[in-house]
T-cell receptor
Framework: QKEVEQNSGPLSVPEGAIASLNCTYS??????FFWYRQYSGKSPELIMS????GDKEDGRFTAQLNKASQYVSLLIRDSQPSDSATYLC???????????FGTGTRLQVFP | GAVVSQHPSWVICKSGTSVKIECRSL??????MFWYRQFPKQSLMLMAT?????????EQGVEKDKFLINHASLTLSTLTVTSAHPEDSSFYIC??????????????FGDGTRLSIL
């Protein structure tokens, strides 16, 4: 089992819809969780960080964490074509600053 | 947000050349800097982790004599690809992070260096 799993997609949503991106992780003692956006040919850009169970909202983005289910998700409201990118889920293990990345989900928002 | 500068952004050079890439955290002191490599349509692959003033920790399969890492200060780390060959052509990306209390802060990435070896 991979340590951080994501559906590779592509996930296609129409402009204005909600895009839902999901991620599961295997290490129960993981403490820090991050979502990065990576445009083709560019480096990753931090979108959200979340450390405790529940929802965290920032503009059009909401991160959700459920440690009991080892599940973290990212919701993008009012999706725009400019949101089209690969979204990487990343997790810190216990007492380590190394990130374990999922393989990413490619999101396509069509007009 | 935190800013990480990486330079150069693009290098083309002949086989056998050594190439040095710099990574700077501009507005925070980075406890740790990381070096990644990414081939087209593939995931980020961690190459090594470096802490200021100590030797870098390399991931399995990464040659430490080929990829020299120096972390001289809390704001600067360098990666030198020695005697580069075409198979070293890739997108190299650095990141930096720090710790607040006991919580590892997010890694912030530089813009990356696209290395092409002829």
């Amino acid at each position: 089992q991979k340590e951080v799993e994501q559906n590779s997609g592509p996930l296609s949503v129409p402009e204005g819809a909600i895009a839902s991106l999901n991620c599961t992780y295997s290490d129960r003692v993981s403490q820090s969780f991050f979502w990065y956006r990576q445009y083709s040919g560019k480096s990753p850009e931090l979108i959200m960080s979340i450390y405790s169970n529940g929802d965290k909202e920032d503009g059009r983005f909401t991160a959700q964490l459920n440690k009991a289910s080892q599940y973290v998700s990212l919701l993008i409201r009012d999706s725009q074509p400019s949101d089209s990118a690969t979204y990487l889920c990343a997790v810190n293990g216990y007492n380590t600053d190394k990130l374990i990345f999922g393989t990413g989900t490619r999101l396509q928002v069509f007009p | 947000g935190a800013v990480v500068s990486q330079h150069p952004s693009w290098v083309i050079c002949k086989s056998g050349t050594s190439v040095k890439i710099e990574c700077r955290s501009l507005d925070f002191q980075a406890t740790t800097m990381f070096w990644y490599r990414q081939f087209p349509k593939q995931s980020l692959m961690l190459m090594a982790t470096s802490n200021e003033g100590s030797k870098a920790t390399y991931e399995q399969g990464v040659e430490k004599d080929k990829f020299l890492i120096n972390h001289a200060s809390l704001t600067l780390s360098t990666l030198t690809v020695t005697s580069a060959h075409p198979e070293d052509s890739s997108f190299y990306i650095c990141s930096a992070s720090n710790v607040v209390g006991e919580v590892f802060q997010p890694q912030h990435f530089g813009d990356g260096t696209r290395l092409s070896i002829l």
